[in-house]
T-cell receptor, first 113, second 114 residues
Framework: AQSVTQLGSHVSVSEGALVLLRCNYS??????LFWYVQYPNQGLQLLLK??????LVKGINDFEAEFKKSETSFHLTKPSAHMSDAAEYFC???????????FGAGTRLFVKA | EAQVTQNPRYLITVTGKKLTVTCSQN?????MSWYRQDPGLGLRQIYY???????DKGDVPEGYKVSRKEKRNFPLILESPSPNQTSLYFC?????????????FGPGTRLLVL
């Protein structure tokens, strides 16, 4: 069964600094990988998704993620953090059938002024 | 406006009193799913549905039931709620299979079982 590990339940960066949120999945190559963002008291919003078309995936709000099979990773990055990026971020994978979705435990991003 | 709606948004109930949380989408999506969110655990899938009358268990189905009689609706039923079902619940829908296309999430239902 697939599993997802997000390293760091909390990450703090200064405004303008690089954002790096880490996600590792279990060893069998998943068909699809996702990053979602959850703002306080809201539902989840898709940031980006990997569907094997390209290893570097660009999403909304200047976020991007790179799929690295050798490292079983799908880390999320953003070159310059904004205060509005403060939220909780979830990495997710689907199983080979494409129906079951497994989420990581989430990483809360804090952005300091 | 494309959206997923859930009702109620907040609910306090007592152990054993049956309840239903409704979920409706207006995007004609085939796929719908229910998740629960608990601190430190992220979201865990309860049930999903690939289309009308087609449902299957996710990772934490115990204590829950679902039905998919119409494409737009996917209610979550707790026949005999227990305190360990206190959680934040999200419904989601997407076209295609399991999130290949964008999953749209509802606003969430916060449930407290006393």
């Amino acid at each position: 069964a697939q599993s997802v590990t997000q390293l760091g339940s909390h990450v703090s960066v200064s405004e303008g600094a690089l954002v790096l949120l880490r996600c590792n999945y279990s060893s069998s190559v998943p068909p699809y990988l996702f990053w979602y963002v959850q703002y306080p008291n809201q539902g989840l919003q898709l940031l980006l998704k990997y569907t094997s078309a390209a290893t570097l995936v660009k999403g909304i709000n200047d976020f991007e993620a790179e799929f690295k099979k050798s490292e079983t990773s799908f880390h999320l990055t953003k070159p310059s953090a904004h205060m509005s990026d403060a939220a909780e971020y979830f990495c997710a994978v689907t199983d080979t059938g494409g129906f079951k979705t497994i989420f990581g435990a989430g990483t809360r991003l804090f952005v300091k002024a | 406006e494309a959206q997923v709606t859930q009702n109620p948004r907040y609910l306090i109930t007592v152990t054993g009193k049956k309840l239903t949380v409704t979920c409706s989408q207006n995007m004609n999506h085939e796929y719908m799913s229910w998740y629960r969110q608990d601190p430190g655990l992220g979201l865990r899938q309860i049930y999903y549905s690939m289309n009308v009358e087609v449902t299957d268990k996710g990772d934490v189905p115990e204590g829950y039931k679902v039905s998919r009689k119409e494409k737009r609706n996917f209610p979550l039923i707790l026949e005999s709620p227990s305190p360990n079902q206190t959680s934040l619940y999200f419904c989601a829908s997407s076209s295609g299979t399991g999130g290949v296309e964008t999953q749209y999430f509802g606003p969430g239902t916060r449930l407290l079982v006393l």
